[in-house]
């Protein structure tokens, strides 16, 4: 597959997947914004918004569940680049760095994840 078949553009507020869906791609942000969010009928809670050259979708990648938030465009013409199962694990096996970048970020977005959630538990 071309790299070009791999990118794809969103306008603000246009949907690049819906929480629960399936997947099993990683994107990463080219230009624009992503927010990461979720949506609960007309509340939106955004989690996190993205930029370019940072990535979302590597939990679906990874163990191929639902995925557990929104993705959405946050700025006009946000281009993403779409990295399919198989391009992961190629890129896993071949780029060690590639793998702790991700691990890095994985880590970075559990502890933000716990402190929120250990916050909200305190009386």
Same mark, same amino acid.
């Given at each position: 597959?071309?790299?070009?078949?791999?990118?794809?553009? *969103?306008?603000?507020?246009?949907?690049?997947?819906?929480?629960? $869906?399936?997947?099993?791609?990683? *994107?990463?942000?080219?230009?624009?914004?992503?927010?990461?969010?979720?949506?609960?009928?007309?509340?939106?809670?955004?989690?996190?918004?993205?930029?370019?050259?940072? *990535?979302?979708?590597?939990? =679906? &990648?990874?163990?191929? $569940?639902?995925? #557990?938030?929104? =993705?959405?465009?946050?700025?006009?013409?946000?281009?993403?680049?779409?990295?399919?199962?198989?391009?992961?694990? /190629?890129?896993? $096996?071949?780029?060690?760095?590639?793998?702790?970048? &991700?691990?890095?970020?994985? $880590?970075?977005?559990?502890?933000? #994840?716990?402190?929120?959630? /250990?916050?909200? =538990?305190?009386?």
């Amino acid at each position: 597959m071309t790299i070009e078949k791999c990118i794809n553009e *969103f306008g603000v507020g246009d949907v690049i997947f819906e929480e629960g $869906s399936t997947g099993r791609e990683l *994107f990463v942000v080219l230009d624009g914004e992503v927010e990461i969010a979720k949506v609960a009928g007309i509340t939106k809670t955004t989690i996190i918004t993205l930029g370019k050259g940072e *990535f979302f979708g590597e939990m =679906a &990648v990874i163990d191929g $569940s639902a995925r #557990s938030a929104t =993705a959405i465009a946050a700025a006009p013409n946000t281009r993403v680049m779409k990295i399919n199962h198989a391009r992961f694990v /190629y890129l896993v $096996s071949q780029q060690p760095a590639f793998a702790l970048m &991700v691990m890095d970020a994985l $880590s970075k977005r559990l502890r933000a #994840s716990n402190a929120v959630t /250990y916050r909200a =538990a305190q009386p």
